[in-house]
Each structure stands twice: as C-alpha cells, then as structure tokens.
C-alpha cells in the first residue's frame, strides 16, 4: 500500500509504503544487517519493524531497497520513537535521516515525491 497519511503535520510529509530495508547499530560494524520492511517512509526518515527494543537516540545505518535502483540507498539514522505492538510481538521503531550520500539522498527523495504524487 502506497498512500499518503492522513492529517500529516511533519515537515516531510509520509507514504505508507512497505519496502525492503536492512538495518544495523552504526557502532557495531561486525553486525549484519538484519532484514526487515517499512511501514511508513518519507523524505526526513521511516518507520519500520524490528523484533528488538532499541533506546532513543540509537544510531542506525539503514539500507532501504528502492524498486529499479541496482543498489539500496544507505543512510544513517536516529531513533526518535519506539511502539511495543502487543498482537505482533515487535516494535515499531520511527527514525530521523541523519546523513546519506548525495545520491542516495536524491534517489531516495525522487523515488518518495514520485510515489506520493501518484497518490494525490
């Protein structure tokens, strides 16, 4: 599903969208990534589900698969919030985009506005 949220009253307004992203804690560089996929996405960071808990402010290097892009974009992240979802047994972990590469800023923020405005 691809469609905008509703009442959206953040500066990068979000997709609920599920794509691909792999994800791991920026200081720990022997880990590998863990996959999962997106709830929801935007142009200033994403939600995603994660079977463990991680603390506010945790540094997270997330590799989100766009669909037609050879490569995922990498970018790192922030914790900004996290939701226990009882039924499912995970958390929903929503992050901040703290710094990526110029590319991968660009396909990332192309790939978005383009999804968005096939919804609105």
């Known amino acids: 599903m691809n469609m905008p949220i509703a009442n959206e009253k953040r500066r990068y307004p979000r997709i609920a969208y599920e794509m691909p992203l792999r994800y791991k804690k920026q200081k720990e560089t022997d880990q590998a990534p863990i ?37 995922p974009v990498k970018t790192i992240s922030k914790v900004a919030w996290i939701s ?14 703290l710094d990526a590469t110029k590319s991968d800023k660009s396909a990332l923020e192309g790939y978005i506005s383009n999804v968005y405005s096939a919804n609105n």
């Open 35 to 71: 996959g999962t996929i997106t709830r929801n996405i935007s142009n200033g960071g994403a939600c995603f589900v994660a079977k463990e808990f991680f603390t506010l402010a945790t540094r997270l290097v997330l590799q989100i698969n766009i669909p037609g892009k050879p490569h």
């Open 84 to 97: 226990k979802d009882p039924s499912e047994g995970h958390f929903l972990i929503g992050t901040v985009f």
